[in-house]
């Protein structure tokens, strides 16, 4: 993904978000104040004290929260 999207997106809202990684990891981003960004790579502060550092190629979506259930039908079937 773009390192400007990235910048844009992680900059815009003070609502929760992921970025998705090419592998299916996700890092949690708490509030757009835990992030710090340079244009080879995204720094992100967790509440463990943890700083994982992402490089912007890796990231594949970005993934707001809360994330949206799949609804389920009265049968137990999911809705399309």
Do not use: C
């Not at 995204?42 to 809360?66: C, K, M």
């Amino acid at each position: 993904m773009n390192s400007r999207l990235i910048r844009e997106r992680g900059y815009q809202s003070m609502k929760p978000f992921d970025f998705r990684l090419g592998d299916g990891t996700g890092v949690t981003v708490a509030r757009s104040d835990f992030i710090a960004m340079t244009s080879g790579q995204i720094l992100v502060l967790e509440t463990s004290s943890r700083v994982p550092r992402v490089n912007p190629l890796h990231v594949g979506a970005i993934e707001d929260w809360p994330r949206e259930k799949a609804k389920t039908k009265a049968n137990g079937q999911r809705s399309r």
